[in-house]
């Protein structure tokens, strides 16, 4: 079983997506077991995006993070952050399949609407950075053998 951290960013709810885009992974079969809307600071900001700190485009992914509030989440099942990943399409919205979250509400990678994670090592740093233990809740889907053989 894995977990992945998964961000609305400030422009998916400044237009007025979060809906949609909780919806796409609700309905991918994903398992919903943390929730939080919140205004990022400065200091959470660079933790989050730390592995990026060298990177041309790290000033501009701070302020774009830290812009505006942002819905953060954890959802759980196996191969999760791969699961999410493929539902929110490649970095560069441009680049990403329609029927993706980026491919299809994206318009450049600067304002690409949602951040998940790529790895089992980031999931669990990153899921920790935005949720304690005892905000993470363990519950039983009735729909899962309808999900999961
Ligand atoms: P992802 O968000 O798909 O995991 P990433 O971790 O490589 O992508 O990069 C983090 C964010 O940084 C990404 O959502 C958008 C921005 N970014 C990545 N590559 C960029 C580039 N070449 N120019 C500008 N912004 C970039
Ligand atoms: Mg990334």
């Known amino acids: ?20 885009i909780i919806s796409r992974f609700e309905q991918r079969g994903l398992k919903l077991v943390g929730m939080k809307f919140l205004q990022m600071s400065q200091a959470l900001a660079e933790q989050h995006y730390a592995v990026h700190a060298a990177r041309p485009f790290y000033q501009s992914l701070v302020s774009y993070i830290t812009s505006g509030p942002v819905v ?24 990403a399949a329609p029927g993706t979250i980026r491919g ?3 318009m450049e990678i600067g304002r690409n609407l949602v951040h998940g ?23 039983a889907r009735s729909a899962d053998p309808w999900i999961r053989e």
Do not use: C, H, Y
């Open 1 to 20: 079983m894995q977990r992945t951290l998964i961000l609305v960013k400030p422009d998916g709810v400044q237009r007025s997506l979060i809906g949609q």
């Open 72 to 95: 953060a989440m954890v959802w759980e099942g196996k191969d999760a952050i791969a699961a999410a990943r493929s539902t929110m399409g490649a970095t560069n919205p441009v680049a």
């Open 117 to 139: 994670s790529d790895s089992p090592e980031n999931a669990e740093k990153e899921v920790n950075l935005f949720f304690s233990e005892a905000e993470l809740v363990a519950w």
């Open 104 to 106: 299809d509400l994206g």
